[in-house]
């Protein structure tokens, strides 16, 4: 029996083909979801802060390690909210293992300086030479 003969059975009178719908609809369901989860693994943190606006604001390599401080103050790296100190002991070990190490914080628009500040020390103390804070162009 051949393709034809098959799709088409001689003197049954249907001559039309049906796709089923729901294979299609299968397909969409798996494009949506590989599209939503490639959307949140491009964010930049794990948490979501609001950038504060600069004039002077670059792009910076990819090759950085991001740092998050959210609007009540805690400190994320790696999607984990950690202690100052354990950040410190991250940092130094970062540094350790990728020389030349580059650290952008994230820090929300409302977040305390104090934190930024804190944050801050902590990556000159664990040796990080290149801290940046990120922010948004306002071009």
């Known amino acids: ?5 098959r799709l088409f059975r001689e003197g049954e009178g249907n001559d039309t083909v ?16 590989f599209l939503v989860l490639t959307n949140t693994m491009s964010q ?5 802060v609001k950038k504060p606006s600069a004039a002077s604001a670059s792009q910076v390599k990819d090759k ?15 999607d984990k909210q950690v202690d100052l100190n354990v ?3 991250i940092l130094k070990r970062e540094s350790e293992r990728q020389p030349g190490l580059n650290v952008v914080i994230v820090a929300d628009d409302a977040s305390l300086t104090g934190s930024l500040i804190k944050v801050i020390d902590k990556c000159n103390l664990a040796g990080v030479k ?7 162009n306002e071009n």
């Open 1 to 5: 029996m051949n393709l034809r003969s």
């Open 130 to 136: 290149n801290v940046s804070v990120a922010a948004l």
């Open 18 to 33: 049906e796709i089923n719908p729901i294979n299609l609809i299968d397909v969409l369901f798996v494009i949506i979801i």
């Open 87 to 89: 950040l410190a002991e």
């Open 44 to 48: 930049d943190t794990s948490v979501e």
């Open 64 to 78: 950085t390690l991001k740092l998050a401080i959210t609007r009540e103050g805690t400190v994320h790296i790696f």
